[in-house]
């Protein structure tokens, strides 16, 4: 069974960093191309960023890009998200997400959400 | 980038009703589509993805269409588990973009 299980979220004030971890199990971790997707209170769904299956290439939405960091670890078969120079506009649930192969930006798993709450 | 457009962002309805959600995008993607569900406090999760192409374990009264700029994701005949939010996502060219959204409710 695929799990995708987030971690790290949390208050921070403006300016402050924070780094979330997704840890899966249940699947070929490296085979896979991972994301994270986020929802600001009551807003729907916005695209943060994704990393290939091997690591070698990662993608960013603008909004982020330059202040968030996408990388995986192979032995751990975790996911993280460092988050550098947050806004109050950052604030958000951060969902971790398998996608559908090695590339590619379907996702058809996803983990519960971890809130991350970004005061001014 | 790429613009997802859906409509109707709200949706009232029957169970049993047949119910149609449209999303258009800013320029051609192909097939390059997936539609997602969402419930209150949930995370999302995937229906269709490639345009047309049903996820395994999802019910067949959901399906998808289109391609290019015009897709639409159709529900047959409304069940009380399928009153969500909805969301269409491109897949064809970063930034990854989704829909803003389609939430169905109760009549």
């Known amino acids: 069974e695929v799990q995708l299980l987030e971690s790290g979220g949390g208050l921070v004030q403006t300016g402050g960093s924070l780094r979330l971890s997704c840890a899966a199990s249940?699947?070929?971790?490296?085979?896979?191309?991972m994301g994270w997707v986020r929802q600001a209170p009551g807003k729907g769904l916005k695209w943060v960023s994704v990393?290939?299956?091997?690591?070698?290439?990662?993608y960013y939405a603008d909004s982020v890009k330059g202040r968030f960091t996408i990388s995986r670890d192979k032995s751990k078969n975790t996911l993280y998200l460092q988050m550098n120079s947050l806004r109050p506009e950052d604030t958000a649930v951060y969902y971790c997400?398998?996608?559908?192969?090695?590339?590619?930006?379907?996702?058809?798993?996803w983990g519960q959400g971890t809130l991350v709450t970004v005061s001014s | 980038d790429i613009q997802l457009t859906q409509s109707p962002s709200f949706l009232s309805a029957s169970v049993g009703d047949r119910v149609t959600i449209t999303c258009r995008a800013s320029?051609?993607?192909?097939?390059?589509l997936a539609w997602y569900q969402q419930k209150p406090g949930k995370a999302p999760k995937l229906l269709i993805y490639a345009a047309s192409t049903l996820q395994s374990g999802v019910p067949s009264r959901f399906s998808g269409s289109g391609s290019g700029t015009e897709f639409n994701l159709t529900i047959s005949s409304l069940q009380p588990e399928d009153f969500a939010s909805y969301y269409c996502?491109?897949?064809?060219?970063?930034?990854?973009?989704f829909g803003g959204g389609s939430q169905v409710e109760i009549k």
């Open positions: 249940g699947f070929t971790f490296s085979n896979y191309v």
């Open positions: 320029q051609g993607i192909s097939s390059y």
């Open positions: 997400a398998k996608g559908l192969g090695p590339s590619g930006g379907v996702f058809d798993y």
């Open positions: 990393i290939s299956g091997g690591g070698s290439s990662a």
């Open positions: 996502q491109q897949f064809n060219s970063y930034p990854l973009t």
